[in-house]
């Protein structure tokens, strides 16, 4: 078995691993990092429940392997919560209902984050394209929509 030794940043804290040149980036995450907030669903890209940020992108954590993020920026649904509760992202998940079972929510919040970074204002439309690739069995969308938009208005200082 061929190892790779990486040095990245991950939620802030700068680290050095070794791991077999095929682990996965969300195995790596979860397994060797217990960040379990990092969910794997389909295994194939599709469901968008491993979405992390690497240097600031979205990315399906189950398609990259570890080794390919040596050197960069990931983020997880743990980097995303204030040490003092949480993000106004996360309280509108909370508070419009959005959580469903929770098992796609931090893929559609780490989705939700990256939209939100770079639109504060997304329309209803843009936040379902944005949220498109991340799939929610429970419902269809509504009350994540919902959310977003509310996180939206609390980041551009609006009453929600």
């Known amino acids: 078995m061929v190892s790779v030794t990486l040095r990245l940043t991950v939620n802030g804290r700068p680290l050095e691993r070794t791991v077999s040149a095929r682990r996965s ?5 979860r397994e060797d990092l217990g960040l379990t907030g990092t969910h794997l669903g389909c295994e194939h890209g599709v ?3 491993c979405t992390v940020l690497v240097d600031g992108r979205s990315a ?3 398609l990259l392997l570890a080794a390919q ?4 920026t990931v983020t997880t649904i743990e980097g995303l919560t204030p040490g003092d509760g949480l993000s106004p ?3 509108a998940f ?5 959580l469903q079972c929770g098992f796609c929510t931090p893929g559609m919040i780490v989705t939700a984050h990256e939209l939100l970074a770079e639109d504060r204002a997304p329309t209803r439309d843009v936040i379902r394209e944005a949220l498109s690739g991340n799939l929610c069995m429970c419902t269809g969308y509504v009350n994540i929509v919902r959310a977003v938009e509310r996180a939206a208005a609390v980041l551009r200082g609006e009453r929600a």
């Not at 993020?69 to 960069?72: I, R």
């Not at 909370?94 to 959005?98: F, K, L, S």
């Open 60 to 62: 399906r954590s189950c």
């Open 69 to 72: 993020v040596d050197g960069a």
């Open 47 to 49: 469901c968008g429940a």
């Open 25 to 29: 980036l969300a195995e790596f995450l």
């Open 94 to 98: 909370r508070d419009c209902a959005a």
């Open 89 to 91: 992202l996360q309280a």
